[in-house]
Nanobody, 118 residues
Framework: QVHLVESGGGLVQPGGSLRLSCALS????????MGWYRQAPGKQRELVAS???????NYADPVMGRFSISRDIGKMTVYLQMNSLRPEDTAVYYC????????????WGQGTQVTVSS
């Protein structure tokens, strides 16, 4: 039913940019809060950025000013624009969707690897 399919990961040099995409299918896009998480080896998965059904955005401190989350409701797709990338941004990035109103049902994308290295 509900599926999240990610794309856009890859290898970039420090200071470079990358845009991740996450397409939702099987439900109505505006019934969800959307977010991007990342997990580096040996570390806990952490929230990077989120956008609510109403369009409000939040960012983790390490990416503030460098990353931007956005959405295209018609395409049922959420994006993460990543600029000024640093080696410490290297991680597997996961798309997440939480179903309104109680936000207790959630779905995950398959994960996409982002590697920042020269």
């Amino acid at each position: 039913q509900v599926h999240l399919v990610e794309s856009g990961g890859g290898l970039v040099q420090p200071g470079g940019s990358l845009r991740l995409s996450c397409a939702l299918s099987g439900s109505i896009f505006t019934l969800f809060n959307m977010g991007w998480y990342r997990q580096a080896p040996g570390k806990q998965r952490e929230l990077v950025a989120s956008i609510s059904s109403g369009g409000s955005t939040n960012y983790a401190d390490p990416v503030m000013g460098r990353f931007s989350i956005s959405r295209d409701i018609g395409k049922m797709t959420v994006y993460l624009q990543m600029n000024s990338l640093r080696p410490e941004d290297t991680a597997v990035y996961y798309c997440n969707a939480k179903r309104l109103p109680k936000l207790t049902t959630e779905y995950w994308g398959q994960g996409t690897q982002v590697t920042v290295s020269s």
